[in-house]
């Protein structure tokens, strides 16, 4: 059965905060950045007590900054206070889920207006509390409290899609260096730097240490060596998992009918799948997400187009293990190819399929509950031609969205056109 | 303008976990008492493959449980992997969030029949610690921080509505006494007694062990002992403050043109409305909940009916304060006048607007995440005359629920009818 919403929503404008590690700032006052590019981006402008509703995606806030309650609270915070806020939580698709909700909202016919946003602050805790709470986001009594934390668990897909697809390192350092390479364009990164960067500036900290310098010629001889990018969860590395950060982003959806009166170039939500799964232990395979690939189905099947119509697709890449397989799942390879794709290229910038444009989770930053939501800012900046050097080549009329709450738990694709 | 959904949602079943306290079991676990109850209640049954998705209330499952991401993990426990599973939260409103997302993902044209519930598994926590994750819900910068926990807050607006209205001790004990009363008659309720089974229990006690009897010979004088009702925030006292409380509620949910299938006797949300408020230092009048007033505005805009055509309501009594402040903002009575209507007993079971028939907060106990849910249990039970002995003794085929989350930055008001 295909499934329709009523009424479609458009996009109208978009913000984010830098994102990285900010001690003085709140959550809110990282939103409030987002919130006024935002409001900025809207071609036509906008009077801000139109916006009738807020939906926000936050995976943590009581844990990671002794907040709870955050929606409004951020609505009070820029200026919408009284307005409907409602916080959607699905651990780190709660970003993707958020947007969802909004999409909904706009297509019961309650609301016109609807501002989507994400923010989390993690950086307040020490990385291993950090790592206690995301703990959280699985199935605790399976999970969690007998040892299984999340490079674990991604480290335990990664090891069956070894086994069964020959996955090798040099595939997933491929995703990193693809990444790094995107998030060096990206002024809002975390890592607004490539691999090769990181390397340089390693090597002049050796060298002026008096340190002896290591062999390396290349980014793959940087990631190989264990002493620069040490194990986290075997297979897993360093540089395969996604970073802890602080960030905000948020968009402005419109009824479809009111798009055009805000922007000539509205960038139009046209399919929408949301899918959850069993813990671990219940799955009958450990290389692909059932919930993504349900998620992924009905996207496309709201939206009446296949994966090879999509130009470009930001995806869930918690780990490069993760983004192998959502790229998999979503359709654009064959089961057990998405590792020989990222190495051959194909997901590059201007490769055929160009997948995390942005830097992704991994160099852009991963602020759990904004990443879904950030993963929007992206597609309408690369679906306008306004994503500056890292613009893709090609025309991006069509674009994908795939955000994932712990090991696919909670699935969310977003499928949009320019049109 | 009136806001209008696309089509109205219609409530086919409804389930209820015991309320109270439970070592042994896991939140989850109280969900599933909730959904088997739920599947039992729906005349015609139903095939669980036939239920689309899923909302979940609940405030704060990672702190009290250590379990966050709890709706697909729900999901997976009652036999629905996979369905779409979110979580949504607003403090102590987030059982009326989620049955508000229910409702418009049903108008959105999306799902036909979706499940609704809330849960929260509090007592594992020593109760300091539970009032210090309530607290989080509050606006932490400028009042948890500083000393102003929840009982604080309500102290604040009921000294206020003191010094405005010449509230009594007396007003504050009838709403105790009237919601004891209630929920002696609710087997599910943590307290299932009423004020003078609680004060012979305590005699018996004295007697036993030999202490001086007190002198108390009615259910006030009982209360007026600051012995046996020790005051937690001045004025408010023990009795005046709602439990801490594990437990869990569901409703299903279906679209409007589905519901004489399930039952011949569908109850019919016909009205809901949201809307937030400035944290307490931020607002004009402390006697009175503007997001209160804004919700049941819109919730009676979308009915097309009057607060005098209610014929009974649930609503958000996490103190009394609360009830009394709450039966004004929905326009039952008179700003300044709903302590003296609690005194001369119109908002009893048999008054001419009774409220809170369950018991309330008070006695039915507070689960936080699904109180809002539980309110719909109560009106589904009155409104189909199934509510055992505390059934109010005039058909309600007009109801309302009332639910707040912090101290008001959330209000969710919905309205119901029976057709």
Redesign the interface.
């Known amino acids: 059965m295909t ?4 009424r479609l929503a458009a996009i109208v404008g978009v913000g984010a905060s830098k994102f990285g590690t900010f001690e003085d700032k ?1 959550g809110r006052e990282l939103f409030a950045d987002a919130f006024l590019e935002m409001m900025n981006s809207i071609d036509r402008g906008i009077n801000i007590k139109d916006i009738e509703a807020f939906y926000l995606g936050s ?2 806030p ?2 990671f900054e ?4 955050l ?3 951020i ?2 915070q820029v200026g ?12 780190c698709a709660s970003g993707g ?1 958020a947007l ?2 909004g999409i ?2 706009i ?5 016109d207006i609807v501002l989507v946003g994400g923010v989390e602050k993690m950086t307040n805790l020490p990385t291993s509390e950090v790592t206690d ?1 995301l703990a ?6 399976y999970e969690s ?1 007998v040892g299984i934390t999340f490079p674990g668990a991604y480290a335990l897909m990664a090891t069956a899609y070894r086994h069964k697809y020959g996955l090798t390192d040099e595939q997933l350092m491929a995703v990193t260096i693809k990444n790094h390479q995107n998030g060096a364009l990206n002024p809002k990164a975390q890592f607004n730097c490539s691999i090769s960067d990181i390397m340089i500036s390693r090597l002049a900290k050796i060298k002026e240490k008096g340190q002896p310098v290591p062999d390396w010629s290349s980014e793959m001889d940087f990631l190989k060596d264990l002493q620069a990018n040490p194990v986290i969860a075997w297979p897993l590395k360093l540089f395969d998992c996604s970073p802890i950060t602080d960030g905000a982003a948020c968009v402005l959806l419109v009824a479809e009918h009111l798009a055009k009166s805000f922007t000539e170039t509205p960038v139009y939500v046209i399919g929408s799948g ?6 671990l232990h ?1 799955r009958k395979d450990l290389t692909t997400l ?2 993504a690939k ?1 998620a992924a189905h009905q996207a496309y099947d709201m939206a009446g187009v296949r994966p090879e119509d999509i130009r470009m697709a930001e995806v869930h890449d918690c780990f490069t293990i993760a983004e192998i397989i959502a790229t998999e799942d979503l359709g654009f390879f064959r089961q057990g190819e998405g590792g020989r794709a990222a190495e051959q290229g194909l997901t590059a910038r201007h490769g055929t399929k160009p997948v995390n444009p942005s830097g992704g989770l991994k160099a852009k930053g991963h602020p759990v509950g904004a990443s879904g939501v950030a993963q929007v800012v992206e597609v309408w900046q690369q679906m306008r031609g306004e994503a500056g050097a890292r613009q893709i080549n090609r025309d991006v009329h069509l674009a994908l969205t795939h955000n994932v ?2 090991h696919g ?2 699935c969310v694709v977003h499928i949009y056109e320019r049109r």
């Open positions: 499934r329709r919403l009523n709140l995976a943590a009581l844990s002794g907040q709870a309650h929606a409004p609270i609505a009070d919408l206070a009284n307005r409907p806020a409602t916080r959607v939580e699905g651990a889920l969802r909700e909904i909202a297509a019961s016919g309650l609301y709470v959280a986001f699985s199935d605790t009594p409290r949301q899918a959850s799964d069993y813990s219940g059932d919930g349900e709450g712990a738990a909670t």
